[in-house]
């Protein structure tokens, strides 16, 4: 049996099979920033008032609250940028900088 979820698509008018677990959302809710990134909520708050990282809120017409969503690859660049930076500043500490 088949564990891998997959879905069926057509591109150029062929079918082909797409394991989910392979796509990337483009927008997150903040406890997924939470849990992906190991920022806690109210740093993701920050960093969204700061403009470090992109987000919306997304509401029904109307309505006083809605969902804040947050883009995915403003996440991960943010996590990125914070990486170098950090990796450039410990450098010459007894750390060494970063690991890969």
Not at 43 to 71: D, P, T, W
Not at 78 to 96: D, F, I, M, P, V
Request: charged share 25%; with cysteine.
């Amino acid at each position: 049996m088949d564990t891998n979820p997959s879905t069926q698509v057509q591109k150029d008018g062929v079918n082909r099979s797409v394991n989910v677990n392979n796509l990337k959302p483009e927008w997150i809710r903040v406890p997924d920033a939470v849990r992906i990134s190991g920022i806690c909520r109210s740093a993701i708050y920050e960093l969204i008032n700061s403009g470090a990282i992109r987000s919306f809120s997304h509401k029904k017409r109307g309505a006083v609250l809605g969902q804040r969503l947050i883009s995915y690859d403003s996440l991960v660049d943010y996590l990125n940028r914070a990486y170098r930076t950090s990796c450039q500043a410990n450098a010459g500490s007894e750390e060494g900088g970063c690991h890969e």
